[in-house]
């Protein structure tokens, strides 16, 4: 599966699209709870922290250019331990699409399609990202890039915001939070912004020689930190404290307050284009949950098709859970460790594996 | 096998494509569009609502004729009422496209926060809607007769969207009321809506809240122009009339610079609040001086003194209402956040001295001298 490359830019988009997604619409009020004014502080500091994370994985990934996660756990652990590890990858990837699609049905059941089944709409999501995500890694790089231009639609739309009073005065005084609530803000903002792991498994096959790669990796992440500060300042200065609080979906919510002649109700069309965004994160997790476990290419079409049941299935689950909080958080936290902790161990053991490899060929 | 499969999967997907409208297709036909609501305060509790519903009638060859019903029910919330009004008409009642909401003086002073929150909470609820304040009974306003064969709801939409435009009244919708009652450094204003001669509808009043209660004290006319200046805000064009030795001379005010500048005495902790307001504009009428050049700079000096009286007032009116909607609050907030927490805003902001300070550009006397 080596043969299909992507280049450089593509995977800054790959990154993106997979990063941005439902996360977003109810970031600002999520971490308004914990940082309060503050709260576009607590999002350029999880950025931080990911920048750091995306640090250790390059220096994991760079002492093996052309293999991905899959590959480097089973070098590095050996086949037992390796397969484990890949296993477990396979199980989170499979449960974060299956809990990313159902917030997603969930939010299109809220706002747009309240009679429809959940079913119907599982099957649409799921079904079209499974026949995306089959294709060779180029095809869905290059669809992630076209989709990409509806990022500056977005942008646009959420320009018309400024139409609406905004007081520039709700973010005064800056700090005034304390370092602790705008930490606990970023830990929520971290998990809005999950999906730069996916360069654990794209990197390998990114065309090319590795040098710059860390600067696509970092612009990648500067990107979706300012996309992210920008939507969380557009909330604080569009509602007042206490409103902002009140709300699920603000980002939603800012647009549902204006109106012209000719459109009306912003905050549809908003979460119609949305749904892109959304099912891009899905396809690349169920890109990565085949790459997890195999590195060839029947299988892993095979494996995409029996993920996409899975996911269909587990979503479907998920959605007849009346309290899916404490499920989450014990899929973030385990995930969290999953994308952060076992990099950094593997990095750590690399090393030692190197010198052993390179005692073998002296 | 493979193929087969696929082919399968793609049928379906395709078949729920197609069919995923269905669950949640709603035709006009069988809705019925609420275009405006009124709601009051019942004797004890619970409200009564009223709501005025278009009807479309086909009329052939392409023409409709638009019909306007009024319908009545009392019940515990907004929500209840709905719900009865919905089984007093056939088809369904719609109220995402409902014009104006107009609440009765009485409920307005008990608070508007709990009527209009199923509007603000629900996926369908129009935000855009304009709410008013009536004086009297609102369902009254709603039942008054049409206006130039329009339905009544958008007859009242009208008068208040040109009534922002000439500057009497704020444009306020759900969506902007909710920041300002929920804000505690914020307050709203809100048009008033009244009948006079038993059966004109007119809208030049303001009505000033407290937090989400009407606080009974509203501001008419040219004071209200006065206030929306204050706050900052004009809209095409500001026609006042000034009493000048005798007669009234008309200004056209188009173009507003306005600053606020908020500042706390140290010792005393005083709350002072300066807001300047620069207006620029020309001499529409001015009826004895036909054939005289205008004294510029004399007329801009009594016109500044009728201001500034003006102003003191409505500032008064402010301070007894105990309406911030100026912001005072919020600007105490980001600038001077260690006196706001100490504070209790509701009580120390009758304390705060509002000075309005008017400077009156007259750019030209018109087509005339």
Redesign the interface.
């Known amino acids: 599966m080596n043969a299909p490359k992507v280049s450089k830019p593509q995977l800054f988009f790959l990154i993106i699209k997979t990063q941005i997604g439902i996360g977003l619409l109810s970031l600002p009020s999520d971490i308004h709870h914990l940082a309060k004014r503050d709260s576009w502080i607590s999002v350029l500091a999880a950025g931080m922290v990911i920048q750091i994370v995306l640090f250790a994985y390059w220096l994991l990934l760079r002492q093996f250019p052309n293999q991905s996660m899959g590959q480097i756990t089973e070098r590095i652990l050996g086949p037992y331990a390796g397969k484990a590890v890949n296993v477990a990858y396979y199980v989170f990837f499979i449960l974060i699409a299956s809990y990313a699609s159902t917030l997603y049905v969930q939010l299109i059941q809220?706002?747009?399609?309240?009679?429809?089944?959940g079913w119907?709409?599982f099957?649409?999501i799921v079904?079209?990202s499974v026949y995306l995500a089959v294709d060779r890694l180029d095809v869905i790089a290059r669809f992630f890039v076209l989709a990409s231009i509806l990022f500056a639609v977005l942008l646009l739309i959420s320009v018309m915001n400024f139409m609406?009073?905004v007081?520039l005065?709700?973010?005064?005084?800056v700090g005034?939070s304390g370092t602790m609530p705008v930490l606990q803000g970023s830990e929520r903002t971290f998990f809005a912004m999950l999906g730069f792991e996916v360069t654990l498994y794209f990197y390998a096959q990114v065309e090319g020689n590795r040098a710059g790669m860390l600067r696509v990796m970092s612009l990648a992440n500067a990107f979706v930190t300012l996309f992210y500060t920008y939507f969380v300042f557009l909330c604080l200065i569009?509602?007042?404290?206490?409103?902002l609080e009140?709300i699920n979906e603000p980002v939603l919510f800012i647009l549902?307050?204006?109106?012209y002649r000719l459109i009306?109700r912003i905050d549809l069309i908003f979460l119609t284009i949305w749904i892109i965004p959304m099912t891009a994160t899905i396809v690349s997790y169920l890109s990565l949950a085949g790459r997890s476990l195999t590195a060839r290419r029947p299988a892993y079409r095979k494996l995409v098709a029996l993920s996409g049941v899975l996911v269909f299935a587990t979503g479907w689950c998920l959605s007849t859970i009346e309290q899916m909080k404490s499920f989450s958080q014990w899929l973030e936290y385990g995930y969290f460790l999953m994308i952060t902790a076992v990099p950094a161990i593997l990095w750590l053991a690399s090393l030692l594996v190197r010198n052993k490899e390179k005692a073998g060929a002296a | 096998m493979m193929k087969r499969f696929a082919g399968l999967a793609l049928t379906i997907m395709g078949l729920s494509a197609v069919l995923t409208g269905c669950w949640d297709t709603q035709y006009v036909t069988n809705k019925k569009l609420i275009n405006g609501f009124s709601l009051d305060a019942a004797e004890g509790q619970g409200m009564l609502g009223s709501v005025r519903t278009v009807v479309l009638e086909n009329k052939g060859g392409g023409q409709f004729d638009v019909k306007d019903e009024f319908m009545k029910a009392a019940g515990d919330s907004t929500s209840t009422i709905g719900m009865k009004i919905d089984s007093m008409l056939p088809g369904t009642i719609e109220a995402s496209k409902t014009h104006v909401i107009i609440i009765g003086e009485k409920l307005a002073k008990q608070g508007i926060a709990a009527p209009l929150e199923p509007i603000f909470r629900s996926p369908k609820g129009y935000l855009k809607a304009k709410v008013l304040v009536s004086e009297g009974t609102a369902a009254d306003v709603l039942a008054s007769k049409q206006i130039d064969h329009n339905p009544i709801a958008f007859g009242i939409k009208q008068i208040v969207e040109g009534a922002a435009l000439s500057t009497s009244v704020p444009k306020q919708t759900v969506y902007s009321i909710w920041n300002q009652i929920s804000d505690p450094g914020d307050d709203a204003l809100l048009p008033l809506i009244r009948i006079v001669d038993r059966k004109t509808l007119i809208v030049d009043g303001i009505a000033l809240f407290d937090g989400d209660k009407y606080s009974g004290i509203s501001l008419f006319r040219e004071d209200a122009k006065i206030l929306m200046l204050l706050s900052g805000r004009i809209g095409r064009l500001v026609n006042l009339g000034i009493p000048v030795q005798e007669q009234t001379i008309t200004f056209a005010g188009s173009r507003l610079k306005r600053s606020m500048k908020v500042t706390v005495n140290p010792k005393t902790n005083t709350i002072e609040c300066v807001i300047k307001a620069d207006l620029y504009g020309s001499l529409n009428s001015y009826p004895s001086h036909l054939n005289a050049s205008v004294d510029r700079a004399r007329l801009e000096k009594a016109i500044d003194a009728w201001f500034d009286a003006h102003g003191k007032k409505v500032a008064g009116a402010m301070l007894r209402a105990n309406c911030d909607a100026f912001g005072i609050g919020r600007r105490l907030r980001a600038h001077h956040s260690g006196l706001w927490r100490k504070l209790d805003w509701n009580e120390a902001y009758r304390g705060v001295i509002i000075k309005p300070e008017f400077h009156v550009h007259l750019k030209n006397t018109g087509v005339i001298r």
């Open positions: 809220l706002w747009m399609l309240p009679l429809t089944p119907v709409l099957l649409l079904g079209t609406n009073p007081h005065s709700n973010l005064l005084p005034r569009g509602f007042s404290p206490v409103a009140q549902k307050g204006l109106a009306d």
